[in-house]
């Protein structure tokens, strides 16, 4: 057993009252490969942005639990050797769908933990996320829970439809649950995909997919019946145009990709929306520079030579989240 206080990370609960407060969000960057971890740290650094970097069940199994939670370490230390003094960094568990998964997260060091029930009928859902709150908060780690379905199909996340959060249930369950913060369906899904085309409309001018609209009525409706609580934002990359376009025009094929607009997640992180999460944007951008790169030097095999633009275009999508859409810069 291992405290995430020995390993120099902060649990959500300071982080997240601030951020309500301030009218701000914090990044939930998703981190698989060092590459990553190093851009999300370089950025937050860089920013003075709190920062939650976080590890799916389908991470564990592709980096090995033990390498991932060292990798968190090593970013705290990575942050204090770039001039940090004190950095503020969550590593949290995304979508855990168990108790042991959620157990063995926290024993090993983690300092946040998802519990998704989200597709459990109501009372499972409860029970389920009430098991994990008890046992976190004995080892003061604080803890994500979902009401409310997403969309989207990911390696370990799916689900063909959504179904908003019913705001009448959130004052019971996060009561029962005991939970820290809430992650809630407002129409944002997993992915690169977000909407069907037939979900769009199409801008006359460009010919490019305008998605449907954030259900803000079910957000502010929930925030009037838990003022002041920690409000959680899944699915929220925003596919941005550019780096699907250079996919596309070095050999990849993602037609329609579409995302959530940038001014929606923006207007979201001023209300009680304190966390929002990001993979797809970091894996977008980490896609369009390795293919350019590799198409532009096709005599290269080195990886360090086409990882180090990857590296460099995602920490500057990190940096552009930070700054012109979440606005946690500036706030260590
Ligand atoms: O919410 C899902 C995250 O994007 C993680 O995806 O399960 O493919 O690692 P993953
Ligand atoms: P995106 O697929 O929109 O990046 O969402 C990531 C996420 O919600 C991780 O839990
Ligand atoms: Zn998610």
Redesign the pocket.
Known sequence: MVSFKELGLVNTREMFAKAVKGGYAIPAF?F?TMEQMQAIVQAAVETKSPVIMQV????RNYANATILRYMAQGAVEYAKELGCANPQIVLHL??GDTFELCKDCIDMGFSSVMIDGSSLPYEDNIALSKKVVEYAHQHDVTVEAELGVLAGV????SSAVSHYTKPEEVIDFSQRTGCDSLAISIGTS?GAYKFTPEQCTRDPKTGKLVPPPLAFDVLHEIEKKLPGFPIVL?GSSSVPQEEVDTINKFGGKLPDAVGIPEEQLREASKSAVCKI?I??DSRLAMTAAIRKYLAENPSHFDPRQYLKPARENMKKMYIHKIVNVLGSNDKL
């Open positions: 998703n698989n799916s069940k389908g991470a995304d979508h990911e390696d370990e996340v997993h899944h999460n993979d797809s």
